[in-house]
């Protein structure tokens, strides 16, 4: 990804949390899936990443523990490449698909010269702000 393009996709993970939470499986072989356009600004992926996050979590807040312990499956045409409960997917394919692809934004940040937010703590670049190499830790 480049920089743009890695924003985009991060902005869009959480939409995916609504089709975990409306159909029962999602197919890769599916020929109508489409990439979103890569946004060209900050506000736009804050936006696009804000708009989908609040109705990811208005449509969670409607589901019972039920319906997120249903099964939820990936497909491949007719194969099935792995089926979970609702929730375990969620954790999987949104959660975790943020935190891996918000390392690489953070590496892709810091070598083009960005400022890097602290992402647990504060970043290399806010120790540095105070006079320190590294943590005290």
């Known amino acids: ?41 900050v506000q736009g992926v804050l936006e696009t990443f804000d708009r989908h996050v609040d109705a ?18 990936l497909m491949r045409g007719s194969q099935l490449v792995m089926s979970l409960p609702r929730l375990a997917a969620l954790r999987s394919f949104v959660l975790h ?21 602290g992402v647990m703590g504060p970043s290399k670049e806010e120790w540095a702000a105070y006079g320190m190499d590294a943590p005290p830790y």
Request: positive net charge; charged residues 20%; glycine residues 8%.
């Open 1 to 41: 990804f480049a920089l743009g393009g890695l924003a985009t996709h991060l902005a869009q993970i959480p939409h995916w949390g609504r089709a975990i939470l409306d159909k029962e499986s999602y197919d890769l072989a599916d020929a109508g899936a489409t990439r979103a356009a890569e946004q060209t600004t």
């Open 97 to 117: 698909h943020l935190i891996h692809h918000r390392g690489q934004m953070t590496v892709l940040m810091r070598q083009a010269g960005l400022k890097v937010p």
């Open 56 to 73: 990811l979590r208005k449509r969670l807040l409607d589901k019972t523990d039920a319906e997120l312990m249903a099964p939820w499956a």
